[in-house]
C-alpha cells in the first residue's frame, strides 16, 4: 500500500493529507496515495500538527512520544512515523482503507 510503508526497524510509516479546520477529526477515506484526515484545529503556531499527533497516538493506542511528524510539518500532505508497530495495529490501520 502506497499510504501505509512498514519499516525494518518495527515502525509504520504513513502518508496522510490534512484537512485543517474541519468540524471535527477524523478519517474520511482514500486521497490517491495517501489517507484524508480531517482535523478540528487550525493550521497555526503547530497546533493541527500536534493534534494530528495526539489523535493518531489515541487512535493507535501509543503514547504520543511514539508518533512524528516526519515530512510535511507546514503542508497538507504528512509523513507520520508510528512506532512500535503491533499486527493489531497494522490491522486496524489497513481497515482504513
Do not use: H
Not at 60 to 72: A, I, K, N
Amino acid at each position: 500500500m502506497g499510504w501505509l510503508d512498514e519499516t525494518s526497524d518495527g515502525a509504520v510509516l504513513l502518508s496522510l493529507r490534512v484537512q485543517p479546520n474541519a468540524r471535527r477529526t477524523e478519517f474520511c477515506g482514500a486521497y490517491g496515495d495517501a489517507i484524508k484526515l480531517r482535523l478540528a484545529a487550525p493550521p497555526v503556531d503547530g497546533k493541527a500538527n500536534a493534534a494530528l499527533v495526539a489523535f493518531l497516538a489515541e487512535f493507535c493506542g501509543l503514547p504520543q512520544r511514539s508518533v512524528t511528524v516526519v515530512g510535511g510539518a507546514s503542508s497538507r500532505s504528512k509523513r507520520v512515523r508510528l512506532c512500535p508497530a503491533s499486527p493489531a495495529l497494522l490491522v486496524r490501520l489497513r481497515a482504513l482503507r
